[in-house]
C-alpha cells in the first residue's frame, strides 16, 4: 500500500498537533463538549404522562366486595392505546390487566 504525502496534508497534520482547544484558525474542530448538548437533549423533551384505571373482573379476588377490583397505571401513551397493550398480553401487560381486565374507567380519570 503506498502513501502519498504532500506538503498541504503535512501543513494540517502540524496544525493539529499544535491546536489549542479553542484554535479559530483551525478549518474543523478537535475537541467538542457533549456535556453541554447532552443537557439540552434531555431538557428539550419533557415527557407528560397520565393516569389510566381498568376495571377487572371479580374474578381476579376470592374475597367478596361491594365494589369492583381496579387496576391504575402510569403511561406515557394515550390510556386506550395501553389498555389494548394489557389485553394483547406479552412484556408490556400486568397479568392481572391482561387475565381480568374488563374495559377502560375513564369515568374515573
Known amino acids: 500500500m503506498r502513501v502519498h504525502v504532500n ?3 503535512v ?3 502540524d496544525r493539529v498537533a499544535r491546536a489549542s482547544p479553542i484554535d479559530t484558525e483551525m478549518p474543523f474542530a478537535t475537541r467538542v463538549d457533549t456535556s453541554r448538548i447532552n443537557m439540552v437533549k434531555r431538557q428539550s423533551t419533557p415527557r407528560t404522562y397520565s393516569i389510566y384505571i381498568i376495571e377487572l373482573s371479580r374474578a381476579c379476588t376470592t374475597q367478596p366486595c361491594a365494589l369492583a377490583p ?10 386506550e392505546h395501553r389498555f389494548a397493550q394489557h389485553k394483547a398480553g406479552g412484556n408490556l401487560a400486568a397479568s392481572k390487566a391482561h387475565k381480568f381486565g374488563v374495559r377502560l374507567r375513564l ?3
Do not use: I
Open 107 to 109: 369515568d374515573l380519570m
Open 70 to 79: 381496579l387496576y391504575v397505571g402510569q403511561t406515557a401513551h394515550a390510556p
Open 7 to 9: 506538503s498541504e496534508s
Open 11 to 13: 501543513r494540517v497534520a
